[in-house]
């Protein structure tokens, strides 16, 4: 029974994302097969509840993995610079072609993602920060300086606006047609969960895979291609969320543990229903505008969190 | 068998070891001695492939090299004194990696009778289902020294496996060493600090000083003050209580 909780609240969360919005839709008009309505649903409806839940549980399981090969739980895509070397590669495939398809930008997006991510943390393997903290610190400041190149290139070249919109991640322009990619997140998901337990055995450091017999090196650059593919996916499909990834597997860890195997999943979800909720907030709040979603997820996220950190939760024993 | 020829590892100009050439033999416990610097720790984990050197490690006459990280990993295991672990585990689940190995992330039967059998040797019970992260450090020390019981390898090598141990359960742990050994044919290798502990339990003691081997033997052949003045630089007095010799360095 307990277990049915989060399915009930996340069937309830999808059925209510549906049938929020300016075309004033209701159960029975899909019944009564009014054409217009289930265009709408088919067209814009479903494909954004769809992109939500994809790129919910994309950032949350890219944020995990992230924190396990980098053994620091404050990584995340966001805080990890991977997103600002995404930008830096969708605008390169922008100056290359303007006429670049989405999957191509995708594809360049990724290369950048993922030769930025190693690089950052191959420089934190060599600089041996004393902090868990500080890594997160460095990993904001490498990413802001890859962001100020993405923004001066982009000003030069007159693209300001055009890299606005990968910068704040935004479902309302999610139509079919424009989603599809997000599918690419399902397989990945599941090499994910075929390695997790590689990747809570990197975690515990480079002795211990050595002493089980796990290649770290490998194992870490398996992790990034995941990270940076997710990333990349979601930043030319629906732009950056920021927060998910950091927010969700803590909440998570508090409870399971960091047994990768045991909380893939569960991280996967609770990531889609937190964005869904956070959607379902941001088209209610200003109805009939909306809120950018990654305004909502931030506040959300960050209430969240306190009240997980000041109310308890097995915490850290020093 | 584990046998050495001419292992060394240099930084730079600088030899942190150079020259090693020893044998470890099977079915024995094994103690590097030595003053701080002095390679220890160096060569087991040049030993234990965790760290690359020059010369060449064989096991089983078989260079260390030729072997799969996988198949090594069930021969021989290795726990290094430093391990700053910021994974939330269960300890049964840590304990539970060290099957990795032997069933990837598949553990039938015998590998959950295994891992309970660790369990139980640590006397880890009451804190199988507790988080890593909860514990002392000589708890974490025990269930780390778990995990590597459950890898259940004819080779084991502990650096300094006593750190955060009180008497007790250093005791306890040394005897088990020596069961390990004694019973179920384990060869163990250990660096240790404590010379009486080196004295009491082991077979083999092999003495190093700034990188260079200087002697190896018996306890009763190592442990004498000569032998101990040229490791040390210090004169220490020795003691013979029923058959086992103790090092008197404190005053």
């Known amino acids: 029974m307990k277990k049915a909780i989060p399915v009930i609240l996340l069937l309830a969360l999808c059925i209510g994302s549906l049938f929020i919005g300016i075309t004033d839709i209701r159960i029975e008009d899909l019944f009564m097969l009014e054409q217009e309505k289930i265009r709408v649903m088919i067209i814009s409806r479903i494909p954004r509840l769809l992109s939500i839940l994809l790129s919910g549980m994309g950032m949350s399981v890219a944020g995990v993995i992230m924190q396990m090969i980098g053994s620091n739980r404050f990584l995340s895509p966001t805080t990890g610079s991977t997103t600002e070397w995404a930008r830096l590669g969708v605008l390169t495939a922008i100056l290359a072609t303007p006429s670049a398809t989405v999957f191509q930008k995708m594809v360049i997006a990724f290369l950048f993602a993922f030769g930025g991510t190693l690089l950052f943390l191959y420089l934190m393997q060599i600089a041996r920060l004393k902090d868990a903290e500080q890594v997160p610190l460095v990993g904001i400041l490498f990413g802001n300086v890859v962001g100020a190149v993405t923004t001066y290139i982009a000003y030069q070249n007159d693209l300001i606006q055009n890299i606005t919109s990968w910068m704040q991640g935004s479902f309302a322009m999610v139509l079919r047609g424009r989603y599809e990619l997000l599918y690419i997140g399902l397989p990945l998901l599941a090499l994910a969960m075929f390695y997790a337990d590689r990747f809570t055995v990197v975690a515990m450091g480079k002795d211990i895979s050595g002493n089980l017999g796990v290649r770290y090196f490998s194992t870490v650059q398996i992790g990034v291609v995941i990270i940076a593919l997710i990333t990349s996916i979601i930043i030319v499909t629906v732009g950056s969320i920021p927060f998910v990834g950091i927010v969700i597997p803590n909440i998570v860890r508090m409870i399971y543990g960091d047994n990768l195997r045991k909380n893939l999943i569960p991280v996967a979800l609770l990531g889609g229903c937190f964005v869904l909720l956070c959607d379902v907030l941001s088209r209610l709040v200003i109805y009939p505008f909306e809120v950018p979603i990654g305004i909502t997820v931030g506040v959300v996220g960050c209430g969240i969190f306190l009240i997980l950190l000041f109310k308890g939760g097995p915490r850290e024993a020093r | ?251």
Do not use: W
């Open chain 2, 1 to 251: 068998m584990i046998r050495t020829k001419n292992v060394g590892k240099h930084y730079g100009e600088k030899a942190a070891l150079a020259d090693i050439s020893i044998e470890i033999p099977k079915h024995t416990l094994t103690t590097f001695i030595g003053a701080n610097g002095a390679g220890k720790s160096t060569l087991l984990s040049i030993v234990s492939r965790l760290m690359k050197g020059e010369g060449e490690v064989l096991l089983e006459d078989k260079p260390l090299s030729a072997y799969k990280n996988r198949e090594l990993a069930k021969k021989l295991s290795i726990l290094r004194q430093t391990n700053h672990i910021s994974v939330r585990l269960t300890v049964r689940e840590l304990i539970g990696f060290g099957r990795y190995p032997h069933s990837r992330s598949r553990l039938n039967k015998q590998d959950e009778q295994i891992i309970q059998a660790a369990i139980h040797r640590m006397a880890l019970e009451p804190l199988a289902n507790s988080f890593i992260d909860q514990l002392s450090g000589g708890e974490l020390q025990r269930a780390l020294i778990a995990m590597v019981i459950a890898q259940d390898t004819e080779y084991i090598l502990f650096d300094e496996p006593l750190n955060n141990l009180d008497m007790k359960h250093a005791v306890e742990i040394m005897r088990l060493f020596r069961k390990l050994v004694d019973e179920e044919g384990k060869t163990i290798v250990l660096v240790l600090h404590d010379l009486n502990f080196a004295s009491g339990y082991s077979d083999h003691i092999v003495s190093l000083k700034n990188g260079r081997f200087l002697r190896q033997g018996t306890a009763q052949e190592i442990i004498t003050p000569d032998s101990l003045r040229e490791v040390y630089d210090m004169d220490i007095d020795i003691r013979e209580i029923d058959g086992t010799r103790f090092c008197v360095y404190f005053k």
